[in-house]
């Protein structure tokens, strides 16, 4: 569809799923606004209209990545359920969108390499209420729900077990899933289970 029969609004779409593609693929540092526009299938001129430059551009782009995740996780955090159900859902959650995603997590430890500061500002404006979630895991050692575990441990297990399988996808496709996405789907829709039943056991008392 040519740019002129677009609205502005329409056209702005356009360009941030180019641009999402093109940094997915890149980085920040490795994009160009001419690759971006080219994605988009605009001039050059055009793109600036839109966007100034490539660094306003990303953080945009960077900040809508990072909030498929962050609303749904506060929504389950302030949940009146048991943690174990809470991890179950989030596992679900976590992985569904990196499914649809499967670039991000490339993303996120590439800019973290990059530029760790800038990257924890985006996710701090994201506003994870962790300090909740710590509160509800407190309460539940103290009731006899929950063993007496490093909460950094929890964190990190959590995240990494459902991160990895991305982060290593091309590999993982050539020798384990012969380079088939339906296979390696199957397994994350296994995972699932797996992940929760392991960080549960991690964090139930015996």
């Known amino acids: 569809?040519?740019?002129?029969?677009?609205?502005?609004?329409d056209v702005e779409i356009k360009i941030r799923e180019a641009a999402k593609a093109v940094f997915f693929r890149k980085g920040m540092d490795g994009a160009t606004m001419q690759e971006i526009a080219d994605e988009a299938h605009i001039c050059?001129?055009?793109?600036?209209?839109?966007?100034?430059?490539?660094?306003?551009?990303?953080?945009?782009?960077?900040?809508?990545?990072?909030?498929?995740?962050?609303?749904?996780?506060?929504?389950i955090i302030?949940?009146?359920?048991?943690?174990?159900?809470?991890?179950?859902?989030?596992?679900?959650?976590?992985?569904?969108?990196?499914?649809?995603?499967?670039?991000?997590?490339?993303?996120?430890?590439?800019?973290?390499?990059?530029?760790?500061?800038?990257?924890?500002?985006?996710?701090?404006t994201k506003g994870i209420k962790l300090d909740k979630l710590l509160i509800q895991i407190e309460?539940?050692?103290?009731?006899?729900?929950?063993?007496?575990?490093?909460?950094?441990?929890?964190?990190?297990?959590?995240?990494?077990?459902?991160?990895f399988p991305f982060l290593s996808k091309p590999l993982l496709d050539e020798y384990l899933f012969n380079n088939n996405e339906k296979i390696f789907q199957k397994f994350i829709q296994e995972r699932k289970k797996i992940i929760s039943g392991m960080i549960i056991n991690f964090m139930k008392k015996i």
Do not use: W
Request: charged share 20%; hydrophobic share 45%.
């Open 139 to 163: 309460m539940e050692k103290q009731a006899g729900i929950l063993r007496n575990f490093p909460i950094e441990h929890f964190v990190i297990d959590l995240i990494g077990m459902c991160v």
């Open 44 to 75: 050059r001129t055009s793109l600036h209209y839109y966007f100034r430059n490539k660094e306003k551009l990303f953080i945009i782009i960077f900040a809508e990545s990072l909030t498929r995740i962050t609303p749904k996780f506060n929504e």
């Open 1 to 9: 569809m040519d740019i002129e029969t677009l609205g502005e609004q």
């Open 78 to 124: 302030e949940m009146p359920i048991p943690m174990f159900q809470k991890v179950e859902m989030f596992v679900e959650n976590y992985l569904n969108v990196l499914s649809e995603n499967p670039l991000l997590p490339n993303l996120i430890v590439h800019e973290m390499s990059r530029d760790p500061q800038s990257v924890f500002n985006i996710i701090n």
